[in-house]
């Protein structure tokens, strides 16, 4: 039983809360799914295993591949002007 300054939940908030929480959890969800699938590929890659890597990228969207290609591109260059950094001090 309820005492005066208990209130019953109003359910309308209750499960529009209970549906925002779960849109974000879908998102962060995707967006692990979509990292995990990058670091795969880049792993992969970094192995040398084109045979695995070719099937591996056509499992992803277009979005992904586009994400991950500029992704390994920056990688790259910054990795280039950290070695040019490091030839300018030896």
């Given at each position: 039983?309820?005492?005066?300054?208990?209130q019953?939940?109003?359910?309308a908030q209750?499960?529009?809360a209970?549906?925002?929480?779960?849109?974000?959890l879908?998102?962060?969800l995707?967006?692990f799914r979509?990292t995990l699938?990058?670091?795969?590929?880049?792993?992969?890659?970094?192995?040398g295993d084109?045979?695995?890597?070719?099937?591996?990228?056509?499992?992803m969207?277009p979005?992904q591949?586009?994400?991950?290609s500029?992704a390994?591109?920056l990688?790259?260059?910054?990795c280039?002007?950290?070695?040019a950094?490091?030839?300018?001090?030896?």
């Amino acid at each position: 039983m309820m005492t005066e300054q208990q209130q019953a939940p109003d359910w309308a908030q209750v499960e529009e809360a209970l549906k925002a929480g779960a849109a974000s959890l879908g998102k962060a969800l995707e967006r692990f799914r979509l990292t995990l699938a990058a670091q795969g590929a880049l792993g992969l890659a970094y192995r040398g295993d084109l045979e695995s890597l070719g099937p591996a990228l056509a499992r992803m969207t277009p979005e992904q591949l586009v994400e991950v290609s500029a992704a390994a591109a920056l990688l790259g260059s910054s990795c280039d002007e950290e070695l040019a950094r490091r030839r300018q001090t030896t």
